[in-house]
């Protein structure tokens, strides 16, 4: 009897752990098969020469707007769109191979994308869906008065500090806290403010919200010919873009 109950054992002991062999089988071929799909979005996300759809027509559609694509806005990458590419990288520091990875989504403002290819999602808590069309009217309005005569990069960069500043603990947490903040910009003091922005001004308050910024997180500007702060001088000077300084 004892021999039977061995034996029993015995065989309930293997049965058991041959379905385990077979669940942790089913469970690495499941881990592995979602690895590879995660791969397969990623490398779908990165975007090269061949590549085809709207991330790559919103990619042309920057870099024509910032003077570095000459092409159709055709959602075609094709030789033109690697080479605007290739520009856009050197002007900003990255690797200059043509690909548009991580990098090089960041730089262009491109969130939604940056973050999928972190793996979140292509949620952005810093997106433009956190603000509203009021936000963007008082934004595209700012960067009207405060810019209009400056390059399309020089007025992203404007909006940017405004999104900087939203962001920093020093300042107001609100576009409309920071434009109309005491003294802040001239165009309030002076009345320009309540000019009608046009389409340029638009698109630029668009990729300020959306997050690129051509100042590196710059809180000031100023133009030196016209600025009578001493105060803002003093400000360590990041980068010059058109007639202004922009300064931490």
Known sequence: MKKFLAIGALTLALSATAAAGIT??????????????????????????????????EVQRRLKNWGYYKGAVDGIYGSGTKQAVIAFQKKNGLTADGIVGKATY????????????NGNGGSSSSGSSNY????????????????????????????????????SSSFPNSIAGVVYQPYAFTAVADGQINLEPN??????????????????????????????????????????????????
């Open 132 to 167: 509203t069309s009021s936000d963007l009217y008082l934004l595209a309005k700012t960067i009207y008065a405060e810019g209009r005569g400056e390059s399309y990069t020089g007025q992203v960069a404007i909006g940017a500090v405004i999104m900087n500043r939203v962001r």
């Open 199 to 248: 389409q340029t001004a638009y698109d630029a308050a668009r990729d300020a919200m959306n997050g690129w910024d051509p100042t590196y997180g710059c809180l000031y500007y100023y133009n030196p010919a016209v600025a009578t702060s001493s105060w803002i001088f003093n400000r360590q000077t990041v980068t010059v873009i058109g007639k202004h300084v922009f300064a931490i």
């Open 24 to 57: 942790t089988i089913a469970v690495t071929r499941a881990d592995n098969a979602a690895d590879t799909a995660l791969g397969a979005v990623i490398d779908a996300a990165v975007l090269r020469q061949g590549s085809k759809g709207a991330e790559v027509k």
């Open 106 to 117: 960041k730089a262009l403002g491109m969130n939604e994308s940056y973050n999928a290819l």
